[in-house]
Nanobody
Framework: QVQLVESGGGLVQPGGSLRLSCAAS???????????MGWFRQAPGKEREFVAA????????LYADSVKGRFTISRDNDKNMVYLQMNDLKPEDTAVYYC??????????????????WGQGTQVTVSS
């Protein structure tokens, strides 16, 4: 089992920024760089939706249209960390944000069902 722990959420005003972090650990983690990684979010009463993903090397990224140009996903394989820099936040970005990993070897994807390891989530609230 791979453990994923998110941090960095909070309350921010519209137009503000937050940086989310995700720490990966676990006996079965193996080589962190074997995993493509993703961020998802879930607002109250809505389904979990894809936000961003990054390949094992960090060389390629994928974003939901709603966050393109505002959010940036990155990773540090030496530290087993994944980050989500969120700029120009909007009230509609309010949600619980989850870090997730598909099994090693699965190509980078925006499909929720491809991800088998999930963190507990961190709340992001954008409000004035």
């Amino acid at each position: 089992q791979v453990q994923l722990v998110e941090s960095g959420g909070g309350l921010v005003q519209p137009g503000g920024s937050l940086r989310l972090s995700c720490a990966a650990s676990g006996r079965t983690l193996g080589t962190f760089s074997s995993y493509n990684m993703g961020w998802f979010r879930q607002a109250p009463g809505k389904e979990r939706e894809f936000v961003a993903a990054v390949t094992w090397s960090g060389g390629s990224t994928l974003y939901a249209d709603s966050v393109k140009g505002r959010f940036t996903i990155s990773r540090d394989n030496d530290k087993n960390m994944v980050y989500l820099q969120m700029n120009d936040l909007k009230p509609e970005d309010t949600a619980v944000y989850y870090c997730a990993a598909p099994p090693p070897g699965v190509v980078v994807t925006n499909k929720v069902y491809e991800y088998t390891n999930w963190g507990q989530g961190t709340q992001v609230t954008v409000s004035s």
